[in-house]
């Protein structure tokens, strides 16, 4: 199954609503959808399990949804450490959607 | 507190394999998979396989076949990776990641394999 993240890079404002999309090329059971945050030089971080669980830790501006093949993750409001890159998978990744400072 | 930690970085020569060790603590080894996940310099995260604690399952992403084996020893709570016939694509940062139902909650420091060209 394909992962496919729309759109690659994201330029936002500190403050504004940033929206994720991810597509699976075929559905999926969304439990097994899982977001991941990654800054430079950083391990990836869990943000989201079960495609809309927050992990432990993780703030309530964070947010996900979706089933079957559409997924989205949703930052509310972004605040300045939230610039990084986001990635969703299930077994393979989403090429990824890189978050820049506008 | 979980723990992952991987074994060192490597150079290897063009054909060679490389062996990478991610060493836990802090859990039931065997109530865990671990899966793998590497990342090109300046590129995405790609995943590699997984492998049950147990070892009785695993499963490898198909671009692997054929050239990855995924062991654990559960006597020291150890996940192995092994990649054989290297080239310089296989230049990479290479994680190992606990894993229960598709849900990769802790993540080791990751472990640089450069392959020279």
């Known amino acids: 199954i394909v992962m496919t993240q729309s759109p690659a890079t994201l330029s936002l404002s500190p403050g504004e609503r940033a929206t994720f999309s991810c597509r699976a090329s075929q559905s999926v059971d969304s439990s097994q959808i899982s977001w991941y945050q990654q800054k430079p030089g950083q391990a990836p971080r869990l943000l989201i399990y079960g495609a809309s669980t927050r992990a432990t830790g993780i703030p309530a501006r964070f947010s996900g949804s979706g089933s079957g093949t559409d997924f989205t993750l949703t930052i509310s409001s972004l605040q300045p450490e939230d610039f990084a890159v986001y990635y969703c998978?299930?077994?393979?990744f989403g090429g990824g959607t890189k978050v820049e400072i506008k | 507190q979980v723990q992952l930690v991987q074994s060192g970085g490597e150079v290897k020569k063009p054909g060679a394999s490389v062996k990478v060790s991610c060493k836990t603590s802090g859990y039931t080894f065997v109530n865990y998979g671990i899966s793998w996940v590497r990342q090109a310099p300046g590129q995405g995260l790609e995943w590699m396989g997984w492998?049950?604690?147990?070892?009785?399952?695993?499963g490898y992403a198909e671009k692997f076949y054929g050239r990855v084996t995924m062991t654990t020893d559960t006597s020291t709570s150890t996940a192995y990776m092994e990649l054989r016939s290297l080239t310089s694509d296989d230049t990479a940062l290479y994680y190992c990641a606990r894993d229960i139902h598709y849900v990769r909650d802790v993540w080791g420091q990751g472990t640089m394999v450069t392959v020279p060209s």
């Open positions: 492998i049950g604690g147990d070892s009785r399952d695993v």
């Open positions: 998978q299930r077994d393979l």
